[in-house]
């Protein structure tokens, strides 16, 4: 069985994604409006009874803007580490929050959601895989820097929403203060491009049909750019730009596919050393 996976939002001004299939979906984050999430689900055909939960990887608030409108008008479930949902109160609101552990599963109808730890500046920051019939779906954003959880995970990916935040040239002469770059670049922040891409070209599967550039800085990073860097690189993987602005296609993704185009020749490694000028 196939899983729909899109961005409904990627950014520093809200982050929302969708993976389901034909009967069950999850969002993992929801850091946009209620009334703005449904009219990017609205234009995609995407159906709110769907949904069967919301996943929360953190605390931030471009995370979790709209978490409370959305699980209380639609009485959804919300999970996230205990910890996350205290910080973020999400806890008092009895009902409607799930406490869950990292490297444990959770059934969500067909499918099957497992919360991996990560670097990130917040109390108990996750990401997620979710799967279905052995289809893999990773959403690796707001990573510090790439460590084994990383690396493991996403090995097992068929498709991978990866952070992709900023240029390294960009960031250092820009004009952020010292210790905002500091927080972005010092390793419990984001991941750069150099990083996304070394992770994508050393570790992914051959499996992999389809990569988000997500979580784009919009001070600190140009789309096109990242966008041709990873497409140079790309082989049987489909490399979609997550827009801050709105809404993705709506991609099916597919283990079987997956396996049918990894009989295909695959492109030779390459490691990006030097940032984008």
Do not use: W
Not at 70 to 93: D, E, F, M, Q
Not at 235 to 252: C, D, F, V
Request: hydrophobic content about 35%; aromatic content about 8%.
């Amino acid at each position: 069985m196939a899983l729909g996976v899109c961005s409904i939002a990627s950014g520093s001004n809200g982050n929302c994604y969708y993976i389901g299939n034909e009967h069950d979906a999850i969002l993992v984050d929801a850091g946009i409006s209620c009334r703005e999430m449904e009219k990017r689900m609205l234009r995609l055909q995407l159906s709110m009874a769907r949904v069967k939960g919301i996943f929360i990887s953190h605390e931030h608030s471009d995370h979790i803007y709209g978490l409370m409108a959305v699980a209380k008008k639609y009485n959804l479930p919300v999970y996230s580490t205990a910890s996350t949902l205290v910080k973020s109160r999400i806890s008092a609101h009895s009902g409607i929050s799930c406490p869950l552990r990292v490297n444990e599963e959770v059934s969500i109808g067909s499918l099957t959601v497992t919360a991996f730890s990560k670097f990130h500046d917040a109390v108990d920051p996750c990401s997620f895989i979710v799967q279905c019939n052995g289809t893999r779906v990773g959403v690796f954003t707001d990573i510090g820097k790439v460590c084994s959880e990383v690396i493991r995970n996403f090995k097992q990916c068929n498709a991978v929403f990866l952070e992709t935040n900023y240029d390294e040239t960009m960031l250092i002469n820009g004009n952020y203060p010292r210790h905002l770059k500091n927080r972005i670049s010092g390793g419990q922040g984001h991941l750069s491009n150099v990083q996304a891409f070394n992770l994508f070209t050393q570790h992914r599967s051959s499996g992999l049909t389809h990569l988000f550039l997500a979580h784009l800085s919009k001070n600190n990073n140009c789309p096109q750019l990242v966008q041709d860097t990873f497409r140079q690189e790309a082989g049987n993987t489909k490399i979609i730009l997550a827009s801050r602005y709105a809404e993705t296609e709506l991609y099916h993704v597919s283990a079987t596919l997956a396996s049918l185009s990894s009989l295909r020749p695959q492109p030779r490694t390459a490691q990006l050393e030097l940032a984008f000028g």
